[in-house]
C-alpha cells in the first residue's frame, strides 16, 4: 500500500476519516473488461483458479461470446501439489494461445490470489516468454490479485508494467504532452481535436496498438485522465516526467480544469483556449441543465469501489447541486486529488477503505435520495427503499469530457427516474 503523503493545506475543509473492515469491492483482474478492448493488439492470460475465471465472465458479460483477448490459465491440484512444472506448463499454454492467434502483439501475464500466495514468479515467466516470442510478441507481467488491488487498481498496476518498456524521448520529451489512463476511443478521439486546437501535440497512455505506445522522457509533461494512476504516476516520474496537477476530466468545470492545466504548461494563449473550448462548454452546458433539476438537493451516498468517487462527488455537488452526504472510496491518493478536495463543499465526508457493516448502518440511517455502491449491494439497498446507481457503470461507459457531461448526469438521474416512473 501507499504511503499517505499529507493532506495539502489549500485551504480544503473536508473531513477525511480512515475505515478498516471486511470489503465489499472487484479485485484487480476486472480492470481486463475494458483494457483488452483499449489496446486493440493485446491478450491478457490470467493465471488464476477457477474463480478467478468465474469472475471475469461475469463481469464480462456477452463479451465473452466474442472471441475475447482474455483467457484464465488455471492453476489446478497437479500444479499446486507440486507435481507438474508450473513454468513449463505455462510456457505450454502461451505457446499454444499464440499460435491459435497469431494476431496478438503484446501479452499480459495477469497475476492473482492463488498465483501469488503460491508465489509463482511471473516477472521471470514474462521475461523468459518476452525473449523466446520476440520480437513478435512481448510478454509482460501484473498483479490484479483481490490481495494488492481494488478494481481499477488493476488497470493501474497494468500501465505501470507498460512504462519501463516506453521508448526515451530524447531532448524532446518536453514537448509532447502525455495523457494517461484508458479512455474510450471516442473520448479521446475528442480530446486529441481539442488538443489540436490549443496547438498541444498529445499521445494517450495506453495507444490502441502495442507498437505506438508514446515515448516519455525527462521533462515529459503528463495529465493523469483517471484518479487511481498511483504506481503509473510513479513509474513516470522515475522516468523523468511531470505530472500537471489538474481536476479530472468529469463534467464541464472539470474538463475545464484539466485542459486548462495543459494548456497552462505549453504557454497556450488564454483567449486561444477559450475559443478552443466554448463550443464543448456550451454543449456540456446546455446537456446538464435538464438533468440539474432532477439531481438538485437530492442526498447522495457513495460506496467505496472505483477512487472516482471525489470527482464524481466534486462534479454532483458543484455542477448538480447534490448534497453529499458521505464519499467513500477505496483508496484516496492526497497529491493526486489535491485539486478535487479544494472544490468539494466545505465539510463533506470522506471515508477511506471500507468497513462494510458500520458503512451500510451509515447509508440506512441516512436514507440518501441515490447510492452509488457495486453490484452486490445495488439489489439488496433498492429492496429496502433505497434508489441506486452501479458504480461499474462508470467504468464501461464513456464518461469523460464535455460531450459526455450530459450521459454522466444521466446515469445518475436514471434510477431517481425510475423510480418515479415505477411508483403508481
Ligand atoms: S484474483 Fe483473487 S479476488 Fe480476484 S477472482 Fe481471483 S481469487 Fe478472487
Redesign the pocket.
Known amino acids: 500500500m501507499n504511503a499517505h503523503a499529507p493532506l495539502p493545506a489549500a485551504g480544503c475543509g473536508v473531513a477525511i476519516r480512515p475505515e478498516r473492515g471486511q470489503r465489499a469491492v472487484f479485485?484487480?483482474?476486472t480492470g481486463i473488461v475494458w483494457l483488452h478492448r483499449k489496446i486493440q493488439d493485446a491478450f491478457f492470460l490470467?493465471v488464476?483458479?477457477r474463480?478467478?475465471a468465474?469472475?471475469i465472465q461475469s463481469a464480462a458479460g456477452v463479451m465473452i461470446f466474442a472471441e475475447p483477448r482474455f483467457a484464465t490459465a488455471i492453476i489446478d491440484e497437479r500444479d499446486l501439489a507440486g507435481i507438474a512444472d508450473m513454468n513449463e506448463e505455462l510456457d505450454r499454454v502461451v505457446t499454444r494461445l499464440i499460435e491459435r492467434r497469431p494476431d496478438i502483439r503484446l501479452l499480459f501475464l495477469v497475476g492473482?490470489?492463488?498465483s501469488e500466495v503460491i508465489k509463482l514468479d511471473l516477472s521471470r515467466a514474462a521475461l523468459r516468454l518476452s525473449q523466446r516470442l520476440a520480437p513478435g510478441v512481448r510478454v509482460l507481467d501484473y498483479s490484479?490479485?483481490?490481495?494488492e488491488t481494488t478494481f481499477t487498481e488493476g488497470e493501474d498496476a497494468c500501465l505501470a508494467s507498460l512504462v519501463p518498456g516506453l521508448t526515451d524521448a530524447g531532448p524532446a520529451a518536453a514537448d509532447e504532452l502525455l495523457v494517461v489512463g484508458a479512455l474510450a476511443d471516442v473520448v479521446e478521439d475528442q480530446f486529441s481535436r481539442i488538443f489540436s486546437e490549443l496547438g498541444i501535440p498529445a499521445r494517450f497512455l495506453p495507444a490502441r496498438r502495442a507498437g505506438a505506445m508514446p515515448a516519455v522522457g525527462r521533462g515529459t509533461p503528463y495529465l493523469l485522465a483517471q484518479p487511481f494512476l498511483t504506481q503509473t504516476a510513479r513509474a513516470l516520474d522515475e522516468r523523468g516526467a511531470r505530472r500537471l496537477p489538474a481536476p479530472f476530466p468529469l463534467g464541464a468545470e472539470g474538463t475545464t480544469g484539466w485542459l486548462r492545466a495543459a494548456a497552462e504548461a505549453f504557454g497556450v494563449d488564454p483567449a486561444r483556449f477559450d475559443a478552443a473550448t466554448a463550443p464543448g462548454l456550451g454543449r456540456a452546458r446546455i446537456a446538464l441543465s435538464p438533468y440539474r433539476a432532477k439531481l438538485a438537493g437530492k442526498r447522495v451516498f457513495f460506496f467505496p469501489d472505483s477512487q472516482l468517487e471525489v470527482p464524481l462527488a466534486r462534479f454532483l455537488s458543484r455542477e448538480m447541486g447534490a448534497e453529499l452526504v458521505e464519499v467513500g472510496t477505496p483508496y484516496l491518493h492526497r497529491t493526486h486529488l489535491a485539486p478535487e478536495l479544494e472544490l468539494l463543499p466545505d465539510g463533506t465526508q470522506i471515508v477511506e477503505g471500507q468497513s462494510l457493516d458500520d458503512g451500510l448502518d451509515r447509508c440506512r440511517a441516512a436514507r440518501p435520495d441515490l447510492t452509488v455502491c457495486g453490484l452486490g449491494l445495488a439489489n439488496p439497498l433498492e429492496a429496502e427503499g433505497l434508489a441506486t446507481k452501479w458504480s461499474i457503470e462508470l467504468l464501461f461507459t464513456p464518461v469523460q469530457g464535455y460531450d459526455q457531461a450530459g450521459d454522466l448526469a444521466e446515469l445518475f438521474a436514471r434510477p431517481l427516474h425510475r423510480r418515479t416512473r415505477l411508483e403508481v
Open positions: 479485485c484487480g483482474l490470467v488464476g483458479s474463480t478467478c468465474h469472475l492473482s490470489c492463488p490484479g490479485s483481490g490481495i
